[in-house]
């Protein structure tokens, strides 16, 4: 049984201990796919873990499906990145959608 099992099946029996390392855990090996499993059950450390991580690896993804689920920390971390990225169209679908930080990014690089 790997480190990961092992504190998963820890963690599902309510160990505090194991869910902290567990999410520590699957922060420090990138693994989105737990953190995501984490973070739907509600646990805030998780989450917080999870738009680190998928910052990161910039996964608009991750981050979008996150922020359009009410998260405003990914809604930041998704703005940011896609500025970065000079992605203008995920600028506009979140400045469509009344977020004004994006609004104020997508003016920025437009000129406009």
Not at 6 to 17: N, Q
Not at 73 to 93: N, P, S, W
């Amino acid at each position: 049984m790997t480190e990961m099992s092992e504190l998963r099946e820890r963690a599902d029996g309510g160990d505090e201990d194991a869910l902290d390392e567990l999410v520590q855990l699957a922060g420090e090996l990138g693994d989105v796919e737990e953190l995501r499993r984490l973070a739907d059950t509600g646990n805030p450390t998780a989450a917080d873990e999870l738009i680190q991580v998928a910052a990161e690896q910039g996964n608009l993804a991750e981050l979008r499906r996150l922020a359009d689920g009410g998260n405003s920390a990914a809604a930041d971390q998704l703005v940011e990145l896609a500025a970065e990225l000079g992605d203008l169209a995920e600028l506009r679908r979140l400045a469509d959608n009344g977020n004004t930080d994006a609004a104020d990014q997508l003016a920025e690089l437009t000129d406009g």
